[in-house]
Each structure stands twice: as C-alpha cells, then as structure tokens.
C-alpha cells in the first residue's frame, strides 16, 4: 500500500537578488496514514517552507522547485490550483503560528468555518451551522452556540487556536500540518492545544505533520521525528530512538540546549553558539560543520548523506556520528 | 478635485493618537453631523410638499430683502424665496455628491481590489491608468465634458465620477493590498477557498468599512466640485437652484444684501464640514488594526 504522504527529493529554493536561496535542499520524508511525524529545527532552517512547499501554497513566481510530493501516489507538485483547492482542506489541511492572524477579524467565527463546509461537502446553511457547532464542541469550545457569532477579538489566544483547528478540521483531512501551532500561545495554554491535536488525530485516525523548533513539543506526541538544519533533513528516526540513540551533534545540541528544570538555579544554558549558515552560500561540507562541537576536516570538505543507522528506521547525515565509540576515541 | 480627494486621503489616513476606549464610541460631534446631514436630506427629498414658493419663482417678495416672517432666509435680486432656492440647491448638491461617489465607489473601488489583489500586469496597468487620471487637470476634463455633452446633472455626474475613480481605486488598492497577504487570506486558502470567494468573503468585509468612510469624506469633495462648477456656469442651467449658482448670483451683490451669497455659502459649509467630520469618525472607527483588537 503506498504511504499516504511521500516526499522525495523536495527541492525549494527562491529567486532573491543576492542569489538562490535554498530554503529547502533535496528533502524526502514519509508519512503513513494515521501517523504523526514532527519536524524540528531551529528558526530560518526551512520548517515552514518545506510545509507549505508539500501543500503547494508557495507563489509561482520566483520560487524554483523540485522532486516529488506524492498525496496517496498523486504528485501535488504537478497540480494547478484548480485541483489543489480540491484537495486543499477536504485532504489535506494546515493549522497556523499565529491564531491572531490566521482568523479574519470582521468574519464571524461559524462562517468562518462553515463557509469550506458548504463548498467541499456540499451542506446546507442550517446543516453547516450544525456541524460547525459540533465542531467547536469537539474541539472543547465551551458555549459552542454562542461562540458561532462571534468575532474572533472576543476569543482568547487558546480559544482562537481551537477555532482554526476546527476550521482545519471542518472537512475531515488525511493529513493535518500544523506549522508552530502553539508558538504563538501561553505556556499553560500551549500542551492543551497539543493534546487536543494529538485527540483529534487519533479519534480520526488522521496523519499529522507537526512542525516546531521546540523538542519538547514533538517528544511524547509524534511517531517519528525528522530534524531539519539549513534546508536538509540531517537526523530521522522514531522518536524514542531519537532520544535514546541520536547520531547527530546537531540533534544533540538541541537536546542539550532545553533547560532542565532538576538543574540548580542559574545554571548556565547550552547554547549552540554561532549561526545558521547562508542559504544562499551554504558552505561546501557538512552545513552544521561551522558550529560542531566535534566537526573534523573532512566535515568542511565532504558533506556527509543521509545513511542508515544499525537502529531500525533511523537515518542521520554525519561523518562522526555521536555514539560512535570509534570515532569519539580518536 | 481629484488633488483634494488625495490629500482628504491622505489626512484620514494619518489618524490621531486617541486611545482604543474613544476610538469605539463615536464622537458627539459625528452625531451632530448626522443630525445635519439627515436634515439636508430629508429637506432635500420633501421639498416639494413643503408649503414654500417656488424656487424659480421671480416676485415671491421684494427683491434682495433680508430675513423675514415671510422669507425666512430672505429673498435674492430676483425676489425669489432663498430658503426654497437654498432647499432645491441641496437636491442637485446631494444627488450630484452620492451619484458621483456611488459610481466612483464601484468603478474604482472594483479596480482597487483587483489591483491590490491579483497584482501583477493587471496593477500596473490599472494604477498606471489612474496616475494618468490624477495627472490629468480635472477642471479642464470637466470643462471639456461639460462643454461636448452640455450643461446636464448627467453630465456634472459623470465628470465627477470618472474624477473619483482614481482616488478611490488608489485607496481601495492599498488597503486591500494590507488584508491580501495577511494569513488568514492564506488560511481560507488552504481550505480550498477559490480566489473570488477569498475576495468577497475574506477580503471586502475588511477593505468596504474603510472604503464607505473614504467614500463619505469624497462625497464632500465632490459636493464643493460641484459648486465650483456651477459657480463657473458648468452644472445645471439656470433657473433651477444650485448651491454653487446662488452664491455666483450674490457675488455681484456682497455688499448690499450679503445673505444670497452667504446662506448657499453656509449650506455648503455646514454640510461638507458634517460630511468630514462624519467620514473621519467613521474611519477612525472600522480602521481595524491587530493592535486594537
């Protein structure tokens, strides 16, 4: 059976004026149906372009692409937007950054949701109005009736976030891809939010795509975790290999890098010093080799590929694989 | 006409550093505006049945007299009632305004969403077309109309209108440009929402408050246009009454009977600064902005 979502060799980069600016570098990731991959990496290292690049949101114009996205063998890539809107919200659907934003401020939050469930399922007004009330019900709105008109100012930031994911959900997806769901939102507010994606996802038995820059996020929630650096996936594994057994320094920075709450008080944080590198001038070897603790001159010379781990399902790009007793000795 | 539609743009938009609180409730000053502005209005639409003379009626009482019990607002050199005339004026002065605007407001206001919009070749030629238009000296393109068609209401409306379309296509652009990349235009598409659907429901219920507002400050402007051309003899032909007409007929008179230029003068005063201050309070009210949510 072919997965549901299959990404090879996703290219995109963008036309800029001082070059080519590879945001995303030859990445293939696979998800099956009813499962969650998290993708991780820090700001500007291609998360969210690589998320809209699979939904094919990213303007014509300007932008270089390549490789495949292939929806249940469908290759998105090749779609106009005519048959993308087909497929946009009734397969495949998105949950935003920034529930402020992603909300139109004079449109009443039920036509709001009602208004893809009258064009993809083909609804009536007052069956619409139904469903959109079951809805923010399933996604614990409380006063679901009164909520529906309503203007989105008079929701909280947690409450707004349940509303787009109820929009997102209104259609019933395969596949969910929520881009930083939860950056945006109180701490508090924050792993509500993740467990009613995680309930939703496992209720409808949907795929979900969660992408963040925070470990922690993705830890307990997702099946498989891909760790995203300057536009390439450098580590991927399920994710309690990921934790235990990670191969990357990169991974392990990140990992090193969250503050322990057993840790005494001021205790410095390890940050990863440096910066991400220039996506229009990535350097030649390994991208991370600049900021790597561990980085030998093969790594500025060569850069290493994706290759398999002895661990089922697990794949990393390093020369000097962390773990490796061999290679940490000399 | 068109400068000071621009700069009226440009004024608005500026806004004022009052704080959320004041910003809500509309001002007193905007329902005393209202006040006036249904006055005129409604003056203007029951002239007919209210027990005045005629407004071309020469001999309705001594020529050029001030106010009386009879004329209340006095009579001008032909002895005509100047509150009957002054009525009447308002009929032309605010059917030329909202039909001129009204037009303005579809023509432009289409041109604006699409520009701001689909961008692209279709923006740079459609705001390339208006540059020309707010380029061009819109009192000789009246004058050119007026003079080609004859001195009609049609024709003062239409050279009023085509003169709003590129104020109000330029204002209407901007603001839809602002709502266009915003992310839950984006959001409605990843629900599979088609590009005539985001424009009506995601797009025109943010950029329509402010375009009314704008609209309502243009109605002004285009209330004034119309009195400088009938002041020059460019609008309706004489008798009928105009605003601008009146006070051209006072101009001879100024010093002896000041009221037939003044009354027109006031009339017109009153409702365009109603009409302004009504607009201003109205943008500074649908100006939705992430901050004031």
């Known amino acids: ?330 | 006409m068109s400068e000071l539609l621009t700069e009226a743009a440009a004024v608005s938009a500026g806004g004022s550093a009052e704080d959320v609180a004041a910003r809500r409730k509309l001002p007193v000053l905007f329902w005393v505006s209202l006040g006036w502005l249904v006055l005129v209005a409604v003056l203007a639409v029951v002239a007919g049945v209210l027990p005045l003379p005629r407004p071309t009626e020469t001999g309705a009482g001594p020529a050029r007299m001030g106010p009386s019990a009879q004329h209340w607002l006095g009579t001008d050199s032909l002895g005509r009632d100047m509150l009957s005339r002054t009525i009447y004026g308002a009929r032309v002065s605010l059917l030329v305004g909202f039909t001129s605007i009204a037009a303005g407001l579809l023509v432009g206001g289409t041109i604006g969403v699409l520009a701001g919009y689909y961008r692209g070749r279709f923006e740079t030629v459609a705001m390339g077309a208006m540059d020309v238009l707010l380029a061009f000296p819109s009192l000789v393109f009246a004058l050119a109309l007026v003079s080609f068609l004859g001195p009609r209401l049609s024709t003062v409306i239409l050279a009023i209108g085509v003169l709003s379309v590129a104020p109000i296509a330029r204002v209407v652009r901007a603001s839809t440009l602002t709502f266009a990349q915003r992310e839950f235009v984006l959001a409605a598409r990843t629900v599979g929402a088609k590009n005539r659907r985001i424009i009506v429901s995601e797009i025109l219920p943010n950029v329509v408050p402010a375009a009314l507002s704008f609209a309502l400050v243009a109605v002004a402007v285009a209330i004034v246009a119309e009195g400088a051309l009938s002041f020059l003899g460019l609008s309706v032909a004489a008798p009928t009454a105009t605003w601008g007409s009146m006070i051209n007929e006072g101009r001879t008179l100024l010093q002896e009977a000041p009221h037939i230029s003044f009354v027109p003068s006031a009339a017109m005063f009153l409702t365009v600064l109603a009409l302004n201050f009504a607009g201003d309070a109205l943008q500074a009210r649908f100006d939705v902005r992430e901050g004031r949510l």
């Open chain 1, 1 to 330: 059976m072919t997965p549901l979502l299959e990404v090879v060799d996703l290219v995109t980069h963008f036309v800029t004026e001082r070059g080519l600016a590879r945001a995303v570098d030859g990445v293939s990731l696979t998800v099956e149906r009813g499962r969650t991959l998290g993708i991780v990496g820090e700001s500007g290292s291609g998360k969210t372009v690589l998320a809209r690049s699979i939904m094919g949101l990213l303007p014509r114009a300007g932008v270089r692409r390549g490789g495949k996205v292939l929806f249940e063998g469908q290759d998105l890539l090749g779609l106009s937007d005519r048959d993308l809107r087909d497929i946009w919200g009734a397969e495949i659907a998105m949950v935003f950054q920034d529930p402020m934003t992603s909300l139109n401020p004079v449109v009443r939050i039920g036509r709001q949701i009602t208004e893809s469930l009258r064009h993809h399922l083909q609804l009536g007004k007052a069956a619409a109005r139904a469903r959109a009330i079951d809805l923010l019900a399933s996604v614990g709105i409380p006063e679901p009736a009164r909520r529906f008109d309503q203007y989105p100012h008079e929701l909280s930031g947690g409450m707004r976030q349940r509303v787009t994911i109820a929009i997102a959900l209104a259609c019933g997806p395969k596949l969910l891809l929520a881009d930083e769901p939860t950056t945006a939102l109180d701490v508090t507010v924050q792993s509500q939010i993740l467990d009613l994606l995680q309930a939703q996802q496992r209720e409808r038995s949907m795929a979900m795509i969660l992408v963040t820059h925070d470990l922690g996020v993705v830890a307990g929630r997702t099946d498989e975790i891909a760790v995203m650096y300057a536009g390439k996936v450098v580590e991927r594994a399920p994710t309690h290999t990921l934790f235990t057994e990670m191969r990357m320094p990169y991974t392990e920075s990140l990992l090193a890098s969250i503050p322990r709450i057993e840790q005494p008080s001021h205790t410095r944080l390890r940050a990863i010093t440096g910066r991400p590198p220039d996506l229009v001038h990535p350097p030649t070897g390994c991208r991370f080799a600049a900021r790597c603790p561990y980085a030998q001159p093969r790594c500025v010379e060569e850069e290493p590929p994706l290759m398999p781990a002895p661990t089922p399902g697990h794949h990393y790009a390093c020369w000097y694989p962390v773990g490796d007793p061999a290679v940490r000795a000399g």
